[in-house]
């Protein structure tokens, strides 16, 4: 009884271990797998309409910007398995509204609702799309296991940039950029609390910031108000 208490103990200190490194070792196969299908799902595209710079891929002009969901699907469903998309019964109120960034407490400032394309393929990954600011590359956002959890940056969640002649890249570490609340960032602050940390006054717009805040002996007032100062 003794010997099988002790092997107890041990298998319920060790299993929770065993589940993690298993889950991360499924998530890494996820991401490997939703890597190749993109990959291959563009240059099959660039194939099929005979070009060979993705700013001359059809939808890259052809949708408003990603914006006209209809033309989206019927470019995507043309190379990739989907099974649902924003042109018919998936929406972004349906996807995880939040995701962790690692050894941070602030979230990943991504939004799907910001999105303008999204799709589901039959593997249970989701993807959505994002015009660039460059006209020439465009980027996307990958799920690698749908409504699942963790619903963490570099775990589950992944944003690629497809560019040049078919280059796809990994990009996911714009998906931790977050707009911090620091002295020299004061519109990020978004509580009385995170204002009065930098000695300053909370703006009353709406919009988030702090008003007057000290740096290093100065002072900043109110610029609605140049005549008024809040330092304290």
């Not at 993690?20 to 595209?45: D, P, S």
Request: with cysteine; proline share 4%; glycine share 6%.
């Amino acid at each position: 009884m003794i010997t099988l208490g002790i092997i107890g103990v041990v298998a319920a200190l060790t299993l929770p271990v065993l589940i993690n490194k298993n889950q991360e070792k499924v998530l890494e196969t996820q991401y490997a797998k939703a890597k190749t299908v993109l990959a291959n799902g563009y240059k099959l595209m660039m194939a099929k309409t005979e070009n060979f710079k993705v700013e001359h891929l059809p939808f890259m002009n052809d949708c408003n910007h990603f914006t006209e969901k209809a033309c989206m699907s019927n470019e995507h469903k043309k190379v990739f398995n989907i099974v649902a998309d924003s042109a018919t019964s998936l929406d972004s109120d349906l996807l995880p509204t939040d995701y962790i960034i690692q050894g941070e407490s602030e979230k990943s400032p991504f939004k799907w609702s910001e999105v303008p394309y999204i799709f589901a393929t039959t593997d249970g990954m989701t993807y959505g799309l994002l015009p660039d600011d460059e006209l020439t590359s465009f980027s996307v956002v990958a799920d690698v296991n749908g409504l699942k959890n963790p619903n963490t940056v570099k775990k589950d969640l992944y944003k690629f940039r497809y560019s040049g002649n078919g280059v796809l890249s990994d990009v996911s570490f714009e998906l931790e950029e977050v707009n911090k609340c620091t002295i020299d960032n004061v519109d990020a602050c978004k509580t009385q609390e995170a204002c009065e940390a930098l000695n300053g006054t909370p703006s009353n717009d709406g919009y988030g910031g702090c008003y007057s805040v000290v740096w290093w002996g100065y002072c900043f007032a109110d610029y609605n108000n140049p005549d008024s100062s809040y330092c304290r």
